[in-house]
C-alpha cells in the first residue's frame, strides 16, 4: 500500500501537476489521521471493554461479601433471640420460685452471655477500591456500596460496642454462686438463693434488654445490606 502511495506521488511529480500532487498529499494526511483516530477509538473501545469486565467481577465479589455479612448479621440474630429466651426462662423460674430443674444449666449459661464480636467481611469492598471507585459507572450504585461500607455499617457496629458491656462484679457473682461444666452449662449451688439475690436477677434483666437493642441494630443491618445487594444485582442483570 505504501509503495503504491509512493507510485502516485513521483507520477504526479514526474508530470509536473504539483497542485494535484498538493491535494493528493493533504488527502494522503487526511488517510492517515482518520486511521490513527480509528485506531485510537479501537482502543478506547478495547479499554472500555476491560473495565466492564472488571466492574462485573468487582459488582459479583461485592454481591457474595454482602451475602456473607448478611449471615453472619443473620447468625448473631438467632443468638441474641436464643440466649433472650434462655433469660426469659431463667427469669420466669427465679420470679415465680418454679422447681429446680436440670434442663435450667443451660439457660443459666445462656443467660449471662452479652454479645458476640462480629467482624463483617470487607474483601469485596477493599477488592474495589483497589481497582478505583470510578470503575462502577452506575454512580447511585457506587454511592449506596461506599455509603454501606464506610458509613452505616461502621456507624451500627459503634453501637453494638456500646451495648450490654461485660461487668466484670457480675461475672464474679456468677463465679461464686455457680459451678460452669461444659457441654451443661451452670449448676447454681444454691438455686433457692437466687429467689431473692436482686443482683443477679437485675442484671439478667439488664442483658437481656440490652440484646433487644442489639437485635434491633441488626435488623437494620440485615435490611441495609439487603437493599444495596439489590441494587447490585439489578445492575448485574
Given amino acids: ?67 456473607i455479612n448478611i ?3 443473620q447468625n448473631d440474630l438467632d443468638s441474641l433471640h436464643e440466649w433472650n429466651l434462655s433469660s426469659e426462662i431463667v427469669i420466669q423460674s427465679i420470679t415465680n420460685e418454679l422447681p429446680y430443674s436440670n434442663t435450667l444449666k443451660q439457660h443459666f449459661h445462656s443467660a449471662r452471655i452479652t454479645k458476640q464480636n462480629l467482624l463483617p467481611s470487607k474483601a469485596g469492598y477493599e477488592g474495589y477500591k483497589d481497582q478505583g471507585l470510578d470503575i462502577i459507572t452506575n454512580k447511585v450504585l457506587s454511592s449506596e456500596i461506599i455509603k454501606l461500607y464506610e458509613v452505616t455499617i461502621p456507624g451500627h457496629l459503634s453501637t453494638l460496642d456500646i451495648v450490654n458491656q461485660f461487668y466484670p462484679p457480675f461475672d464474679n457473682h456468677i463465679v461464686q454462686n455457680f459451678n460452669y461444666l461444659k457441654g451443661e452449662g451452670l449448676t447454681p449451688h444454691d438455686y433457692t438463693s437466687l429467689f431473692s439475690d436482686h443482683f443477679y436477677i437485675s442484671w439478667i434483666k439488664a ?31
Avoid at 7 to 25: D, G, P, T, V
Avoid at 27 to 45: R, T, Y
Avoid at 208 to 227: H, M, N
Fill in 207 to 237: 442483658y437481656a434488654q440490652g440484646r433487644l437493642d442489639l437485635i434491633e441494630v441488626d435488623k437494620k443491618l440485615i435490611k441495609e445490606c439487603e437493599s444495596v445487594l439489590k441494587l447490585i444485582e439489578n445492575e448485574l442483570n
Fill in 71 to 73: 449471615k453472619t448479621f
Fill in 1 to 67: 500500500m505504501i509503495k503504491f502511495f509512493r507510485q502516485i506521488r513521483q507520477k504526479l511529480l514526474s508530470e509536473n501537476k504539483f497542485s494535484k500532487y498538493l491535494l493528493y498529499a493533504i488527502g494522503e494526511i487526511v488517510l492517515v489521521v482518520i486511521g490513527i483516530l480509528i485506531a485510537l477509538q479501537i482502543n478506547i473501545w478495547k479499554e472500555y471493554r476491560k473495565d466492564r469486565e472488571k466492574e462485573k467481577i468487582i459488582l459479583n465479589d461485592l454481591a457474595e461479601n454482602i451475602k
